[in-house]
């Protein structure tokens, strides 16, 4: 498929928008990702017309209703909630929004306060859980790395499948880890109990080591590719993300995983500039640096998207929010604070940002799930009520962006985030829209 760099567009009625790629128009009904191409004689006043020349680039796809995040809110919709059981690392990846390597871990009357809170928010829904099939989740993060915390990570297993066993329920666990800790038979617990596995690794040995070296200065690279032998060996599900620092690297990190089957997955993301990435700085302007990245990824994203992922290309997927911080995200701090998005912790340096993510405490009163400030936030970024993304083109694949990178990285800055970033995502969501009707072969 062919990425073009810049596709014009224009809203002729709502949701609907002519596409102009300078080598041709098409029309777009961005609620079902319909498309058609156009030709002198359309007739714009005419909605029949207009609707004949439509058709589904993917007729195969469910598109199923998505909750606006005041309807998530009113219809007592579960959240997830992840937990961070400690800051420390044993990583001192350049790039890291946190700054830590040894830090504070969360003691057990928070941490047990924290999932009573979740199964009585659990119980409070139960009809709503069942109605919509929904899946109690707990994520095991950390501002460090939670594999430090293994053994706690299994405690909190058996307590949290107990209760949901009361419930008739069976829940769900993630873990998101550097990958480089554990042995042999705590990776086969993970893997036996149905943990799905999200590897924060960079590429191959010489990328990794640069990015993200060990505490100790120390390659990293060595206890991953052992690793990753381990989980292909055990026929394992993985997803890998990695942050890329220079979008020349683009091919080398996508055509690295490659040789294990155990990933099945890879999601490239553009680094963000906050943490210590702040201090090493981008020796291009970020247009260039943005733009680059998504042309570069592009040909994977475009032809091979069952593989490769990223947070802002979601061609067929329909959603009200870019995350989950618009429907309630709880990310239980090590110290019992709650915030909405991940890299916001409760030392954040901006105080505007932690003022907006930081929503509530485990230890107060009421469901700290649903708190007054988590919901205030659903209403503000709902996609309606963002004014850029009233009239975009991919409002519903891309949901409004990136929160915090939109607060921190763009702060006052909204046109310079729509020309450096966003830009960048609609150009690519419709250059594999149009490529799929062109095509007429789409198999994501």
């Not at 007054?372 to 009520?385: E, P, W």
Request: glycine share 6%; with cysteine.
């Amino acid at each position: 498929m062919k990425y073009y760099n810049k596709i014009d567009y224009k809203e002729i009625a709502k949701d609907l928008f002519v596409l102009d790629t300078g080598e041709g128009k098409f029309l777009l009904d961005n609620v079902t990702a319909s498309l058609g191409k156009l030709n002198s004689g359309i007739d714009f006043d005419n909605e029949e017309h207009i609707r004949k020349i439509l058709s589904r680039v993917n007729p195969d796809r469910d598109y199923k209703r998505v909750f606006k995040p005041e309807e998530y809110i009113k219809n007592r919709k579960l959240c997830r909630m992840m937990l961070y059981l400690t800051l420390g690392c044993n990583m001192r990846c350049i790039y890291c929004h946190c700054d830590s390597t040894e830090g504070a871990n969360m003691d057990d009357d928070i941490l047990y306060c924290a999932i009573d809170k979740y199964i009585k928010h659990i119980e409070n829904r139960i009809e709503s859980i069942r109605e919509y099939e929904e899946i109690p989740q707990i994520t095991f993060m950390g501002g460090g790395e939670p594999f430090i915390r293994i053994d706690k990570i299994k405690e909190v297993v058996k307590y949290f499948d107990d209760k949901c066993a009361a419930l008739n329920l069976k829940p769900r666990y993630v873990l998101v880890t550097n990958t480089t800790l554990g042995s042999d038979e705590d990776w086969e617990w993970l893997v036996k109990r149905g943990f799905w596995l999200n590897l924060s690794i960079d590429g191959e040995p010489a990328i990794e080591d640069r990015n993200r070296p060990l505490a100790n200065k120390k390659e990293s690279h060595i206890f991953i590719e052992k690793r990753l032998r381990h989980l292909s060996e055990l026929n394992a599900d993985c997803h890998v993300r990695s942050t890329v620092i220079d979008y020349n690297e683009v091919d080398s990190i996508c055509e690295y995983f490659r040789q294990f089957s155990c990933v099945k997955t890879h999601a490239l993301e553009p680094v963000s500039l906050a943490g210590r990435a702040l201090k090493s700085g981008l020796d291009v302007s970020r247009y260039t640096f943005y733009e680059s990245f998504f042309e570069n990824y592009s040909k994977y994203l475009l032809n091979e998207p069952d593989r490769f992922k990223s947070s802002w290309f979601r061609p067929f997927k329909r959603t009200e929010g870019f995350c989950g911080a618009v429907y309630c995200n709880a990310i239980v701090l090590p110290d019992g604070n709650i915030s909405l998005c991940s890299e916001v912790p409760s030392d954040e340096k901006n105080p505007l940002v932690k003022d907006k993510f930081i929503v509530a405490n485990v230890k107060d009163d009421g469901d700290v799930f649903e708190s007054r400030k988590a919901v205030d936030f659903s209403v503000k970024n709902s996609i309606d009520t963002l004014e850029r993304c009233k009239h975009c083109p991919i409002k519903y694949k891309c949901g409004g962006g990136c929160y915090v990178k939109k607060e921190r990285d763009f702060s006052g800055e909204e046109e310079v985030f729509f020309d450096e970033f966003c830009q960048s995502a609609i150009n690519l969501n419709l250059s594999f829209l149009i490529g799929c009707l062109e095509m007429r072969d789409v198999s994501c």
